[in-house]
T-cell receptor, first 115, second 113 residues
């Protein structure tokens, strides 16, 4: 079945460091890919998405590129801030015409940014 | 865009007591609706999903049930809570097209004592 694998962490970085959170997926077709962020005690917020190969999603300084050849959707940010501390989830969605539409999440990566 | 309302935000219930968590959606019609549970330090577990009024599918066998009495209302229930039901419960909504993201509520923190 479809699956998403991401580094679980915690990942600890200093402020202004470069961030990469790896995400790879396994899917039977061509999914849409998403990154969500969860701040402590809150629900998940959509951070960015990409719906086809070579698409780049970007938001709030974060970027991720849909790489079909490596089945990856790594999240990057050039200079992280303390406020970026959160749990980040990679997810994919297949369309099957009904049901849960193949919604699959990774286990989440806990990111800690130290001042 | 869609807005998901969940309540209550936190809940402490004794073992064996009933449960009712409510979720309502604004900004869309005929959404797909989902209940997820997030245990401490773990990822998201899909519990139930619904593609329409009265249509509920369960992903895992458990002590919980769900109902969808109206198009934009989704309820999670239990007749008798177990300690293992503790967790963070999230309601989500999406349109059926594959490139539509899920929109999440702010969640309910349930502690069963």
């Amino acid at each position: 079945g479809d699956s998403v694998t991401q580094m679980e962490g915690p990942v600890t970085l200093s402020e202004e460091a470069f961030l990469t959170i790896n995400c790879t997926y396994t899917a039977t077709g061509y999914p849409s890919l998403f990154w969500y962020v969860q701040y402590p005690g809150e629900g998940l917020q959509l951070l960015l998405k990409a719906t086809k190969a070579d698409d780049k999603g970007s938001n709030k300084g974060f970027e991720a590129t849909y790489r079909k050849e490596t089945t990856s959707f790594h999240l990057e940010k050039g200079s992280v801030q303390v406020s970026d501390s959160a749990v980040y989830f990679c997810a994919l969605r297949m369309y099957s015409g009904g049901g849960a539409d193949g919604l699959t999440f990774g286990k989440g990566t806990h990111l800690i940014i130290q001042p | 865009s869609q807005t998901i309302h969940q309540w209550p935000a936190t809940l402490v219930q004794p073992v064996g007591s009933p449960l009712s968590l409510e979720c309502t959606v604004e900004g869309t019609s005929n959404p797909n609706l989902y209940w997820y549970r997030q245990a401490a330090g773990r990822g998201l577990q899909l519990l139930f999903y619904s593609v329409g009024i009265g249509q509920i599918s369960s992903e895992v066998p458990q002590n919980l049930s769900a109902s969808r009495p109206q198009d934009r209302q989704f309820i999670l229930s239990s007749k008798k809570l177990l300690l293992s039901d503790s967790g963070f419960y999230l309601c989500a909504s999406t349109r059926s097209s594959y490139n539509s993201p899920l929109h999440f509520g702010n969640g309910t923190r349930l502690t069963v004592t």
